[in-house]
């Protein structure tokens, strides 16, 4: 398993903006595949968004698409999730997730990020 770090989460008014960032324990992210999900309270944890490693392909929910964005970070075990146009729904804990691209479940997770956008 590989050991990830959030950052960034805070409060922010709706319609405002907020770039998440998930750093690992392992020098590059080459064969995994990456991604963000997020947990209401009360409600079940979800995927947001996805980005494997090898050849870029991302993938995005429909709650947000057009607005998140995933992307590589500066360094090659970092991920990236930049939120604008936020949104009081979009309120919820942010986790960064890995697994071997292949693979089907995530088994490497991070502690998460609040994220609140007030209304």
């Known amino acids: 398993q590989v050991q990830l770090v959030e950052s960034g989460g805070g409060l922010v008014q709706a319609g405002g903006s907020l770039r998440l960032s998930c750093a690992a324990s392992?020098?590059?992210?080459?064969?995994?595949?990456m991604a963000w999900f997020r947990q209401a309270p009360g409600k079940e944890r979800t995927l947001v968004a996805s980005l494997r490693w090898n050849g870029g392909i991302a993938y995005y929910a429909d709650s947000v698409m057009g607005r998140f964005t995933i992307s590589r970070g500066n360094a090659q075990n970092t991920v990236s999730l930049q939120m604008n146009s936020l949104k009081s729904e979009d309120t919820a804990v942010y986790y960064c997730?890995?697994?071997?691209?292949?693979?089907?479940?995530?088994?490497?997770w991070g502690q998460g990020t609040q994220v609140t956008v007030s209304s």
């Open positions: 392992i020098r590059t992210f080459t064969g995994y595949t």
């Open positions: 997730a890995a697994r071997l691209t292949g693979r089907e479940k995530y088994d490497s």
